[in-house]
C-alpha cells in the first residue's frame, strides 16, 4: 500500500483551559458518529499515548500524528492539576518528560505552561506543552477519532464523562481502564470493543511476524506505539504525519501588575495562590516582573520574608530566565545564591532549580555541598509521616541541585564526584514519586556532563540489588502488589542510569549497554522488564560514526527491542549504510525514508 505524503498542516488547538469545542450541525454530528460506528465495525488501531515514536508522548502533536497516519484512535492519560483542570500525562513523575518534580496535581495549570519537554522529539510542535483533555477532546471530534482512556487518578470520572456527554462523544469510548472509572463502566451508553493484543512493549509494533500473529486474533483492538506496520499489514492506507506548526497560546487572564503582586506577596487583599501570581507574572510580564520582584524581596528584607514568598519569588526568577536570559542581572545572581543559601529546604529546592535555568555558575560549590550532605532518608525509610514529609523535601532538594549541575554543564572533578556519591547514596522513600529521586537526577547530569569516570558507578547502581530496599518491597506485597526483586524499586535510577551510558558514549559504554542487551529475558527482568528496551535505545542514541556497524547489527539481534529500536533509529537518522540494511532486514520501512 503506498504511503501518502503530507501536505500544509492545520493549527494546533489553544492549550488553554477556555478553549470551547466547535460548533457541529446536525449534518456534520451524523457524519461523524456514521464514521465512528464505520470504526468499531473494522479492526481498530489505537494508537498508546499518540504516535509516541513520531512525537512527545500524551501531546496534540502525538495525537494528531497517529491520525494523520491512518490509526482509528487514541489511548489517553487523563489527570487533574492543582486548579482542577483536566490534562493528558501519564507518569506519575513529572520529571520523566518535563523539568519539573512532583505529579500533576501538585501544579497548577498554568504553572504546567511554564515547563518545557526535556528534548525536542520527531514532529513535536515548537513550544509544545501539556494539552487539556477538552482540547483533545476537540481534536478527536473533529478527526472522528476512538478513545481508550486510562484514567490515572480516582474521582476524575464524573468530570471526563460530564465534558464526553457535553461533545457528543460517548460512542467515541471503545475502552476504559477498571481503576478510577466506575461511572463510565457502569454506564449503559458506553459499548466496550473487545481486544485482540497490545503491540506497546519492546518494539512488537516493529516486527512483521508478531503484528500478523495479533492480527488474526479474534478481537476489534490492535494498540501499538507506532501504526505504521500495523496499518501497512492490515492493507489500509498509510500517510505520513505533517509537521505541526508552533501552538498557539491565548492569554488565560489579562489581571493588573499589582493584584499579581498582591498574591505573589501575601498581601491581606490577595485573590489568587502565590505560585499561580507567580506563573501568571511570567506568562505575562516576564520581562519586567523579576526586577520588580526583585526589588520588593529585597525592600522587604529577604530574611524576613515568608517560605512560600522566598520560595514561589524564586521560582519566578528561575523562569523568566528560561524564557528571557536578559533578566539574569547581576542583583538577581546574587539574590538566587543568597536564597540557595535559605535556612528552609522548599526555598533552597526552588533556588536550586532557578540557577539552573538562570545558569547562575558560581552556584556550582553550593550544590556540590548539597549533594555531599547525607540526610537521614539515605540510610533508612522514614517510619513516621513527619520523617516521611522531611525525606521528600530532602530527595527533592538534592534531586534539584543534581539537575542544575547538569544544566550548568560543569565537569569539574569535584562535581563529578559529588553526582556519583548521589547515585550511591540515594534517597528512599515509600512513595515511588521520590524514591531514588535524587539518585536518578544525579545519573542524568553524569550523562549530560559525559563524565567517563562514573562509568562503574552508573552499572553498578543497575545491576545492585540494595537490602535498603528490603522494606519497601514489603510494604508493596502488603499493599497487595505482586511481588518483585528488591532491585527493581530503584527503577527511576535504573533508566536514567542507562540513558546516562548512552550520553557517555565512550566504547566501554557501549560495552555495558551490549551486555545488559545480551542478558536472557529471565535475568534481564530482574533488574527492570524493559531493560533490552532501554539498553538497545540507549545503544542506538550514540551518533559517533563508528557506532554505524552496532546500529546496522542491532537489526540482527534476537531481542525484538534491539530490532525495533535499530529500525527506529534508522529511520529517524539515515545513512547509506543504514539504508542498505533496512533494505536487507525491514523493507518495509523503506517507503518512510
Known amino acids: 500500500m503506498p504511503v501518502t505524503r503530507p501536505t500544509a498542516a492545520p493549527p494546533l488547538f489553544y492549550l488553554d483551559k477556555g478553549i470551547t469545542l466547535p460548533p457541529e450541525t446536525v449534518a456534520q454530528a451524523a457524519a461523524r458518529h456514521a464514521k465512528i460506528a464505520a470504526r468499531r465495525a473494522g479492526v481498530s488501531v489505537i494508537c498508546h499515548r499518540g504516535a509516541m515514536r513520531m512525537a512527545h508522548q500524551n501531546t496534540l502533536s502525538a495525537y494528531r500524528a497517529a491520525m494523520e497516519m491512518g490509526a482509528d484512535g487514541l489511548e489517553i492519560d487523563p489527570r487533574g492539576t492543582k486548579d482542577g483542570v483536566l490534562v493528558l500525562f501519564h507518569d506519575d513523575m513529572t520529571d520523566q518528560l518535563i523539568d519539573a518534580f512532583g505529579r500533576i496535581s501538585d501544579f497548577y495549570y498554568e504553572e504546567l505552561l511554564l515547563h518545557v519537554y526535556h528534548a525536542p522529539l520527531g514532529f513535536t510542535a515548537p513550544d509544545e506543552r501539556l494539552p487539556t ?61 473487545s481486544f485482540k493484543g497490545d503491540l506497546i512493549w519492546d518494539y512488537r509494533d516493529f516486527d512483521v511476524e508478531t503484528v500478523r500473529a495479533t492480527l488474526q486474533r479474534a478481537g476489534q483492538i490492535v494498540i501499538v506505539d507506532d501504526p505504521r506496520l500495523t496499518l501497512l499489514e492490515s492493507g489500509r492506507p498509510v500517510r505520513i504525519p505533517r509537521r505541526l506548526p508552533p501552538v498557539k497560546r491565548a492569554p488565560v487572564t489579562d489581571l493588573p501588575l499589582a493584584e499579581l503582586l498582591a498574591g505573589l506577596f501575601e498581601q491581606p487583599d490577595a485573590t489568587m495562590p502565590p505560585r499561580l501570581a507567580a506563573a501568571r507574572l511570567v506568562n505575562y510580564y516576564c520581562e519586567v516582573a523579576p526586577a520588580i520582584v526583585l526589588e520588593q524581596m529585597l525592600a522587604g528584607r529577604m530574611a524576613s520574608l515568608s517560605t512560600s514568598v522566598k520560595a514561589n519569588g524564586a521560582w519566578l526568577l528561575g523562569m523568566a530566565a528560561r524564557y528571557r536570559p536578559q533578566t539574569v542581572t547581576d542583583g538577581v545572581r546574587r539574590a538566587l545564591l543568597h536564597l540557595l543559601d535559605d535556612a528552609s529546604t522548599e526555598v533552597r529546592t526552588e533556588a536550586a532549580w532557578a540557577v539552573g535555568r538562570a545558569h547562575v555558575k558560581e552556584a556550582v560549590p553550593a550544590l556540590v555541598k548539597i549533594l555531599g550532605s547525607e540526610p537521614e532518608c539515605v540510610r533508612r525509610f522514614g517510619s513516621t509521616p513527619a520523617e516521611e514529609e522531611k525525606d521528600a523535601a530532602d530527595i527533592k532538594l538534592r534531586g534539584a541541585a543534581a539537575w542544575t549541575l547538569g544544566q550548568i554543564g560543569d565537569a569539574r572533578p569535584a562535581v563529578g564526584r559529588a553526582l556519583m556519591g548521589c547515585v550511591e547514596r540515594r534517597g528512599l522513600h515509600y512513595d515511588f514519586v521520590y524514591q531514588s529521586l535524587d539518585g536518578a537526577m544525579a545519573a542524568r547530569a553524569l550523562g549530560q556532563l559525559r563524565i567517563t569516570s562514573a562509568l562503574p558507578t552508573l552499572v553498578h547502581a543497575i545491576r545492585r540489588d540494595d537490602p535498603l530496599l528490603a522494606p519497601m518491597q514489603q510494604k508493596y506485597v502488603e499493599l497487595g502488589y505482586q511481588p518483585h526483586p528488591g532491585k527493581m524499586w530503584d527503577f527511576r535510577l535504573v533508566g536514567d542510569a542507562i540513558g546516562a551510558l548512552g550520553e557517555i558514549g565512550s566504547e566501554a559504554a557501549q560495552h555495558a549497554l551490549a551486555e545488559f542487551l545480551a542478558l536472557p529475558e529471565a535475568e534481564a527482568r530482574q533488574i527492570w522488564p524493559a531493560l533490552h528496551q532501554m539498553a538497545a535505545e540507549a545503544l542506538c542514541q550514540i551518533q559517533e560514526e563508528d557506532v554505524d556497524p552496532i546500529v546496522v547489527s542491532l537489526l540482527d539481534h534476537p531481542h525484538l527491542s534491539a530490532r525495533g529500536a535499530a529500525i527506529l533509529t534508522c529511520l529517524n537518522a539515515p545513512n547509506p549504510a543504514r539504508t542498505a540494511a533496512l533494505r536487507e532486514k525491514a523493507a518495509w520501512a523503506l517507503q518512510w525514508l
Open 133 to 193: 483533555l477538552r482540547a483533545v477532546l476537540a481534536m478527536a471530534r473533529q478527526e472522528g477519532a476512538l478513545l481508550h482512556l486510562d484514567i490515572k487518578v480516582p474521582g476524575l470520572d464524573a468530570d471526563i464523562l460530564r465534558l464526553l456527554e457535553d461533545a457528543d462523544m460517548l460512542d467515541h469510548v471503545v475502552a476504559v481502564n477498571k481503576n478510577n472509572s466506575a461511572l463510565l463502566l457502569n454506564d449503559p451508553r458506553f459499548l466496550p470493543l
